[in-house]
């Protein structure tokens, strides 16, 4: 029933609205904040100096900010059935620009670790929005490319997020990352209160509380446990790492059964029916394979490698991965554009193949390796990621009728963050482990490498997986649905 109910608004207002405006709105918002989910990893040593905490708990500044993220995350399919797509961007700019506020004028880690959190609030609203916004507005032939504009935003600001932060820390203070964000944020608020006119139908769902705390308990649990084995590698635990990951496995259990039973009232959280179209699995398996990547080794191992090993200046390591970077954003549209013509297999395989060569190109470094060739090494990475995301993005969404669309983006979004936290824990376990004297310098060369040969082998299964892709033209499906 409520099929018929949510799909005739997407026509309606396509003459009204001014998509490329709208759009613009939100992909500009979305890359302020997004690029500030990375921005602070070039300054974990300065921030373990100047706030007198280990480098294990500066690491939750960004951590806290994920698990934030994967716990919002997964209201926001209910959220976006519940409110205007008005009401949730405002919502979602005012927490972000408040909790920078509170980043800014932070004296010391409990109030920026709050800042941070109150901005991941309003980041996890953003991205299900924007990709849920760009389905309904683009006609299926034009989706590639218009996600490909996405996909700079949601690859080119993490990537360019350590360059800003590395050049703001060269000549300013830490605190200058949140004061030159805040006005940026504040400007989309209002360019948004005043553009921002989406007339969709909202359906009075119910919110389901103990959905809510299933999913806060589930993901929370499993990406606290994975943090915190980051930390534990020295140290003498109060609580062992596996009991928060399994008390979360059991909550995502309960909540999936629950989702279940909602499903068939039209009243779950967050509903599960993408799992059932097969591409969907697919993208998403791979998508998250690929974040493990760009999260774990591309933003974090990379600048640890480069500051520790190499000893460069967090200015220069910033400055190192700027083309990796720019590579990924140059790659936006044109691959956007490719794959709708000739669909995700043939831009995706080889895109999987580059990815995995340059992580095992990574585990040849050490401290005498020349920055050129980690540039390069990164660039070759970036083009890889480049050529699966776009696809990625759009074929595993492609295929979900109207109604699951804000579904679909919220379950692709959560899963991106624990990906990026898996990785971010399991690769600074690994370095940490691995490496002589951690407790003294962090994460040294040998440690380092023992990681990169880590992401090298989900490097290798994301390859493995891109055969899995169904082979087809992506004009044909788009149509059938419609």
Known sequence: MTDTVSTPPADLDRAPVRPG??????????????????????????????????????????SGFLLTMAVVIPTTGFLLERFS?????????????LG????????????????????????????PLLMTTVMRLVPPERRGATMGTITIVIAVAPAIGPTIGGAVLSGLGWRWMFWIVLPLSVAALVTGALQLRLDS????????????????????????GLSSSGEQAGAEPPVPAWVPIVVGVVALVVFTWRQLRLQRRDRALLDLRPFT????????????????????????????????????????????????????????????????????????????????????????????SPLIAVIGIHVLLMAGLGLMMTPLFTESLGVLPDHLYSHGSAILSTLQQVAGALGTAVFVSVATVWSAD??????????LRAAFVVAGVVGLLAFAGTWFIRKSAPGTKAASHH
């Not at 004028?105 to 991205?127: E, H, N, S």
């Not at 974040?291 to 520790?308: D, N, R, S």
């Not at 951690?438 to 440690?447: I, L």
């Open 21 to 62: 405006l709208l759009i613009g709105v939100l992909v500009l918002s979305a890359f302020v904040m997004i690029l500030n989910e990375t921005i602070l990893s070039v300054a974990l040593r300065d921030l373990t100096v100047d706030l007198r905490v280990p480098t294990t708990t500066v690491q939750w500044l960004t």
């Open 85 to 97: 797509p008005r009401q949730v961007f405002l919502f979602s700019l005012s927490a972000f620009s």
């Open 100 to 127: 920078t506020l509170l980043c800014a004028l932070a004296p010391g880690f409990g109030m920026l670790m709050a800042g941070r959190v109150v901005q991941a609030c309003g980041t996890a609203v953003m991205l």
């Open 201 to 224: 139908e909202t359906r009075r769902v119910p919110l389901d509380v103990p959905s809510v705390l299933l999913s806060a308990v589930g993901f929370g649990g499993v990406l606290y």
């Open 277 to 368: 179209h097969r591409s969907f699995v697919v993208a998403l398996v791979l998508t998250a394979l690929l974040f493990v990547c760009l999260i774990g080794a591309a933003a974090i191992l990379l600048p640890l490698y480069l500051q520790t090993v190499l000893h460069t200046s967090t200015f220069v390591s910033g400055l190192a991965v700027l083309p990796g970077g720019l590579v990924l954003g140059l790659l936006g549209r044109p691959v956007g554009a490719l794959f709708d013509k000739v669909g995700a297999r043939p831009l995706v395989i080889p895109g999987a193949a580059a990815m995995a060569v340059s992580l095992w190109l990574f585990t040849t470094l050490g401290p005498a």
């Open 438 to 447: 951690a407790a003294a310098t962090g994460p040294d060369a040998s440690g």
